[in-house]
């Protein structure tokens, strides 16, 4: 029997929908893009025109009623996800939904609820589990080339120290429900450190701004601190003022071996630039970003350089999502998963405000 074709309907059609999910969904032959919602579709900026024979909706209202709609992938600006997702939900569909999910834990548990008793998937989009610099840690950290893990930095730093200037479409620089550099890039960095460690006992959280003009109020930098029982400190820091030439991205440390290695993951500037999935080059790393791994041999630290492996691609999470619809494996990165990430944001947030270390 033929494997079955998923239609799906896309809500938004901005930079995320564009670059992170469009480009995946076509490149996998269990999915077809049937629909987008576009409030205002433009001469230049038409989904219609840019993807002939697909539906084109106006409104999310409108477009969950149509039966054909298999599953709703959701790319707005955070304050909408609990709202769009729920509407989706309850109308039959399975639900894909941009990081952050959602504002706050408690909607998140609200929708988590909802999806069991609707009995319908619900998936959060940390595509960034297939980064190739995370695929590759990963491997490192399980086939033990580092032993005992005691510390984890990881790390999204740019420097970037003047304030953005207003711009009303982007809700990233905005002081919004789920706006923070905490919840953005954050839910990255902290979900990726659950998802290879575990869920950490305890919570240090320092959330703020590091630009001197600061008007909005927007909170553009933090570090959070994971405290594990079993020894491990995990670190996870985004900032707007580092003035790098080359910016650390990971440095993991063991009783073993220590892994160093600089430079965020290639894929999103690719895509940006008009490559796709499939394309030559795709996904794979200049040699001149490789990381370093160093152990000991005869008693003393020796340090080589260590290639990134060649990655699955953000393409890997939609494959997987294909599996998990056809009931032959778990969803990428589940609801109950991205729960937790919110809950330890809010977390980091009361921490700062707080000055003291929380349990989780």
Known sequence: MASKTWNVGVVGYGFSAKIFHIPFIQDVPQFKLYAVVQRTPKPDD???????????????????????????VITTAPDLHHYL?????????HVICEKPFTPTAKEADDLVAIAKKANKFLAVYQNRRWDADFVTLTKIIKNGSLGRIVEFETHFDRHRPEEPAPDGSKWKNKVVPGGSAAHDLGSHLLDQA????????????????QREVNTSGFEDSFTVLLHYS????????????????????????????????????????????????????????PS????????????????????????????EYYRKMARALAGEGDLPASGEEAAQVIRLIELAHESSKLGKTLDF
């Open 194 to 209: 659950v998802h290879l460690l575990g869920k950490p006992d305890r919570v240090t959280g320092f959330v703020g701004s």
């Open 230 to 285: 079993k020894g491990i400190l995990v670190t996870a820091k985004a900032g707007v003022v580092s003035c790098e030439e080359d910016q650390l991205r990971f440095w993991v440390r063991g009783d073993k071996g220590s892994f160093k290695k600089f430079h965020l993951d290639c894929q999103e500037d690719q895509l940006k630039a008009g490559m796709r999935p499939g394309d030559r080059g795709y996904g794979r790393e």
């Open 85 to 93: 997702a729920k509407l989706a939900l309850e109308n039959g569909k």
């Open 46 to 72: 038409d989904a219609e025109k840019d993807h002939p024979g697909i539906k084109s909706y106006r409104t999310s209202e409108e477009m969950v009623q149509d039966a054909d709609v298999d599953v709703v």
């Open 288 to 315: 001149e970003h490789y990381g370093t791994l160093t152990t000991i041999q005869n008693g003393k630290p020796v340090r080589e350089v260590t290639a990134t492996v060649e990655p699955p691609t953000y393409t």
